[in-house]
């Protein structure tokens, strides 16, 4: 299967907004994640149909023009993220090489934000040249660790960014100020439960966000800030304990191999399951064993 790619219209047609192979795609289906380098000399008009992100984690300057508007120079600092136009055409001229982490949000993961944040049923991000905002800025810097891992923590830490991402957005960048919703708390006991009996049961499964919420019957925003309210952790934290607590009753039992329990549980490689193990239960895998 080929990996879905942030695109953009150029020259009349809908492409790979950078192009060169996406060495590593991102687990979520939703949240599109590249990082590329802008080389000094580079040129482009494009119109981007989707919002797009972008995280500067170098400095760089670009000559920047929308719909045929007179040219401006902007330096953008190391840390700074912009937010693209949408649905408008662009020219942009790279004065600088500078890597960027690109990332896609969906319109779905915003109006479900939108929608469990304020009585709003859609949302439409404000474009910006250049924000420094350290909480956007800490997510992206999340997701970009993330890739440089392989995604080693699976799909469920992607979307509890996305979730975190989009709440972020919809606060603070929306072109409407929306009334506040009022909140509503968290899980019904039957809602939780419904929840706990799933994840116990499909363990050794991704577990993605958009499956627990439709085992609740909720829209992943909600559930994200729901389950948190609930259990006073993140979907994603309450999994990895789970995880870590089903691996210490198998590592108790003969015959299990650390690479066995591993993939019993849940974790993509034997690596990641050995780091999370030791950060949660203060001694390795193996170490565990020995002392058993």
């Known amino acids: 299967m080929t990996a879905q790619r942030i695109s953009a219209i150029q020259e009349g047609q809908l492409q790979p907004m950078f192009g060169g192979a996406l060495e590593i795609p991102s687990p979520s289906p939703t949240l599109l994640i590249e990082t590329h380098r802008g080389e000094a000399g580079r040129a482009y008009t494009r119109i981007i149909p989707r919002h797009v992100l972008t995280l500067f984690l170098e400095p760089a300057a670009v000559w920047h023009s929308a719909d045929g508007a007179s040219t401006s120079h902007i330096f953008i600092p190391a840390n700074t993220v912009v937010m693209s136009l949408r649905g408008r055409s662009e020219s942009v001229l790279w004065l600088d090489p500078a890597q960027v982490l690109v990332v896609e949000v969906s319109d779905r993961a915003l109006a479900e934000a939108a929608g469990t944040l304020f009585d709003a049923q859609s949302f439409e991000l404000m474009p910006s040249p250049g924000v420094q905002d350290a909480r956007l800025s800490a997510l992206l810097q999340a997701l970009h660790a993330e ?12 979307d509890g960014i996305e979730q975190a991402l989009a709440a972020c957005l919809v606060s603070r960048y929306s072109t409407r100020r929306p009334k506040r919703r009022v909140r509503t708390g968290g899980l019904s006991p039957s809602r939780a439960k419904r929840l706990v009996d799933h994840i116990q049961a499909h ?47 198998l590592l108790a039992q003969p015959g299990n191999s650390i690479l066995d329990v591993a993939q019993l549980c849940g974790f993509q490689t034997q690596q990641h399951f050995s780091r999370i193990f030791r950060q949660r239960v203060g001694v390795s895998p193996g170490q565990f064993c020995r002392e058993l």
Request: with cysteine.
């Open 203 to 249: 363990i050794g499964s991704p577990l993605p966000l958009d499956e627990l919420a439709a085992c609740a019957g909720l829209s992943s925003s909600y559930l994200s800030r729901a389950f948190r309210e609930t259990f006073s952790v993140t979907p994603h934290d309450f999994v990895l304990d789970m995880r870590i607590k089903r691996a210490m009753e």
């Open 147 to 158: 890739q440089v891992s392989g995604y080693g923590s699976g799909r469920l830490f992607v």
